[in-house]
């Protein structure tokens, strides 16, 4: 059974900081590039970094280069996604995705973690 568990939500002054965590199982991590989205209220579900199945080369939204990084233990299972300088405006649900090397069409997603950035 397939399922990415997100982690390390909450709520978070400005220029704070967090650490969301997703496990995966069920499928075999090693082979699948992994992405944290992002789905504000009102707003389009948007990419906020991607991480390659092997490489480990990553993409970033314009939004957050810079302030996010993530990066990928293969050992664990396991995507992190660091966000530092946090802004209101990064308030939203961070969803994980894991999405096949060679076949676009075989992903998961996970059921996500609410970020809040507010005094």
């Known amino acids: 059974q397939v399922q990415l568990v997100e982690s390390g939500g909450g709520q978070v002054q400005p220029g704070g900081s967090l650490r969301l965590s997703c496990a995966a199982s069920?499928?075999?991590?090693?082979?699948?590039?992994m992405s944290w989205y992002r789905q504000a209220p009102g707003k389009e579900r948007e990419l906020v970094a991607r991480i390659a199945s092997v490489g480990g080369s990553t993409n970033y939204a314009d939004s957050v280069k810079g302030r996010f990084t993530i990066s990928r233990d293969n050992a664990k299972n396991t995507v992190y996604l660091q966000m530092n300088s946090l802004k209101p405006e990064d308030t939203a649900v961070y969803l994980c995705?894991?999405?096949?090397?060679?076949?676009?069409?075989?992903?998961?997603w996970g059921q996500g973690t609410q970020v809040t950035v507010s005094s």
């Open positions: 995705n894991a999405n096949h090397w060679a076949i676009p069409t075989r992903f998961y």
């Open positions: 069920g499928f075999t991590f090693s082979s699948y590039a």
